[in-house]
């Protein structure tokens, strides 16, 4: 091999002294990545700080939510404070009309006149709240608003007619607060008539 053949196979594969070592596991001519230990500790402090920061908001998070649903208990449990107020105001007033009936030995009227004026007390308080009575009398039965409680026989009536208002129900906007519970009419001879002409529209429809 000649000088000049040997110091060319020297500079393809520079071994000597001055080559970098390689790493066990790295790929050779694979740059490795130093990391001063300034730099570590710096990042060490960047995760901590991370974290602390992460422990505050969680802590800040728990702590809205229990006051959240704190303060929702305290609505719910005093939301109705000033209906009930009002309430007991007009509880003043038939107590005071109770109480002047007995000592001043009033009539019938009189005391039931002071009693009306009272319930109309009561609807117009309702009725500032947004309460309204459901309509039930000549209505056909709704489910929806009322409970039947008896069925009567009445020709007179179409079946399933209301005729009879036992107790009464109301509603705040769409929502019903309490059904009316009702009489309803029992007509057989309507139900008889419906499904007659029922039937016939049927024959009517196949022929």
């Not at 000597?16 to 230990?37: C, H, L, N, R, T």
């Amino acid at each position: 091999m000649s000088k000049k053949e040997h110091a060319k196979e020297h500079e393809a594969c520079p071994c000597g002294e001055d080559a970098a070592p390689v790493a066990p596991g790295q790929a050779e001519g694979e740059d490795m990545i130093s990391i001063k230990s300034s730099e570590v500790l710096a990042l060490q402090e960047q995760a901590k700080d991370y974290k602390d920061k992460y422990l505050r908001v969680l802590a800040e998070f728990e702590n809205a939510r229990r006051r959240q649903e704190r303060d929702k208990a305290e609505f719910v449990k005093y939301a109705n404070e000033g209906l009930i107020v009002e309430f007991l105001s007009v509880l003043d007033d038939l107590e005071r009309s109770v109480t002047t009936a007995r000592e001043k030995h009033q009539d019938y009227e009189s005391f039931i006149h002071g009693v009306e004026i009272v319930m109309k007390r009561v609807y117009d308080l309702l009725k500032k709240q947004g309460v309204e009575p459901i309509e039930s009398l000549g209505k056909m039965f709704d489910p929806h608003s009322h409970e039947i409680l008896m069925q009567s026989p009445s020709p007179e009536h179409e079946h399933g007619t209301v005729i009879q208002e036992l107790q009464k129900g109301y509603r705040i906007g769409d929502k019903v607060l309490r059904t009316s519970k009702v009489a309803v009419a029992m007509n057989t001879s309507s139900v008889a008539a419906e499904e007659r002409s029922q039937d016939v529209k049927e024959e009517q429809t196949e022929k």
